[in-house]
Nanobody
């Protein structure tokens, strides 16, 4: 089994910062890309940022220059540093990872349970 556990969400005022963490655990052989997605009420889930195993990053236009994704391969953890937060960043943030389990033939897509981020104006 593989689990992704997120932490770091909460309530913050506009202009503030939060740091999300997501730790993968279980029978992991390797982790390919990791990323963060978010879903606001009444909206579809959207990509926020991704990072490959070679640290190539990709960001949604709406967060470029404000959010930074990083990963610690030794800890199987991905982070999302969110600065200059805006009310429109309010959403449930989900961690995602492409993981090859020990003994598996191919990698699979895994999701965390989500963590709420609320930005007040």
């Amino acid at each position: 089994q593989v689990q992704l556990v997120e932490s770091g969400g909460g309530l913050v005022q506009a202009g503030g910062s939060l740091r999300l963490s997501c730790a993968a655990s279980g029978s992991i052989f390797s982790i390919n890309a990791m990323g963060w997605y978010r879903q606001a009420p009444g909206k579809q889930r959207e990509l926020v940022a991704t990072i490959t195993s070679s640290d190539t990053t990709k960001y949604a236009d709406s967060v470029k220059g404000r959010f930074t994704i990083s990963r610690d391969n030794a800890k199987n953890t991905v982070y999302l540093q969110m600065n200059s937060l805006k009310p429109e960043d309010t959403a449930i943030y989900y961690c995602n990872a492409i993981i090859l389990r020990i003994g598996a033939l191919r990698a699979s897509n895994y999701w965390g349970q989500g963590t709420q981020v609320t930005v007040s104006s």
